[in-house]
């Protein structure tokens, strides 16, 4: 980025300020006007003309004021915004909503993507957290009708799976019941690996069910997140630059299409320490389906234990200030009730 001067950084930064508020493209005149400036109106639109030279700001129409580029958000967000928090009313009210809810890992992401999305006016999405290394916790067997039997497994941290098996021949859920007993008896806090090694002293239908249980294990250890919470769809298909656009609806299939998501989180937020904020602005040139958004992602939980991600989506004329001081105070409170549960 070339450095400014002192007044470019100062008119870039009422420009951005400006178009976040009205989605209006900016002149001289409405900048001397409603900020007061001791400078003429040619003296700014100099500045402007500067700027947009430099790709900080672009002309939307010959005759039409300047807007901020990707550049310029880019050189706002990095060297001109100023960190701020959000009041402390507002702090205890979150708190006091989370502190409220059972001790329950799933109503609180639930809760945690409403607060993002009401609390930035953007899309939101949490992920749950995902252990460091995956461990089986406990598993049932049901006999459901014939040969088939319901198996339900839960792991360390709450995530459940569950799948129908077919066996060679019915059997009595006495049996099935002995059988999971004993597998929670040996393999419980253990890992894929582990487990896969203790097949051999089951009977053929443990070894089926062990068979199940390692291979969702090691499925699970490849992800990067777990389940996605969103909210806040609407926020952002309401927002002028996407009222009429198929913009807006390819940013939010990015949060929907699980492959394009893990690609997103492994690249970006999953890479930063657990109190970093990162922003992405129109997508950084890697994710086309961003280009006219930006992101701000934030992880929480603890590395030793289990980390999720969570973040806002909206236009790149979101307000940076507000987004980035909610997203990291709900981070550091959702690492704080994760690490109470682990």
Request: contains cysteine; negative net charge; aromatic residues 6%.
């Amino acid at each position: 980025m070339q450095e400014l001067t002192d007044r470019q950084k100062n008119i870039l930064t009422m420009v951005i300020h400006e178009y976040i508020r009205s989605a209006e493209p900016v002149g001289s005149k409405h900048l001397v006007a409603n900020y007061r400036l001791n400078l003429s109106s040619a003296t700014v639109r100099n500045e402007l003309a500067q700027l947009t030279e430099l790709g900080y700001l672009r002309q939307p129409h010959t005759s039409a004021g300047r807007v901020p580029t990707e550049e310029g958000y880019r050189y706002f967000v990095d060297r001109l915004m100023r960190t701020s928090t959000l009041p402390e009313d507002t702090c205890r009210t979150i708190s006091h909503q989370f502190y409220q809810m059972p001790n329950d890992l799933h109503q609180w992401l639930k809760l945690a993507a409403s607060v993002l999305a009401a609390q930035s006016k953007s899309a939101s999405l949490v992920t749950a957290p995902h252990p460091r290394q995956v461990r089986f916790k406990h598993l049932e067997l049901v006999s459901t009708h014939g040969r088939q039997v319901l198996a339900v497994m839960v792991l360390e941290g709450g995530a459940i799976h569950q799948t129908l098996i077919t066996l060679e021949t019915p059997d009595t859920q006495e049996n099935l019941s002995a059988i999971a007993n004993r597998i929670n008896e040996i393999c419980t806090g253990k890992d894929g690996k582990t487990i896969q090694a203790l097949a051999s002293g089951f009977n053929p239908i443990g070894k089926i069910v062990l068979e199940w249980v390692v291979d969702t294990l090691s499925h699970a250890d490849t992800l990067i997140s777990g389940e996605v919470y969103l909210d806040g769809i609407t926020n952002v298909l309401a927002e002028p630059e996407f009222s009429n656009s198929d913009e807006a609806r390819r940013a939010l299939h990015l949060l929907e299409e699980r492959s394009l998501l893990q690609d997103l989180l492994s690249r970006t937020v999953l890479t930063a320490n657990t109190n970093g904020v990162q922003v992405l602005i129109g997508g950084e040139g890697t994710w086309d389906e961003l280009r006219h958004c930006s992101m701000i992602l934030a992880r929480y939980g603890s590395p030793e234990q289990a980390t999720g991600s969570l973040g806002v989506l909206g236009p790149m004329r979101m307000s940076y200030g507000r987004s980035i001081s909610v997203v990291r105070f709900i981070s550091s409170l959702l690492s704080d009730l994760v690490a109470e549960q682990w």
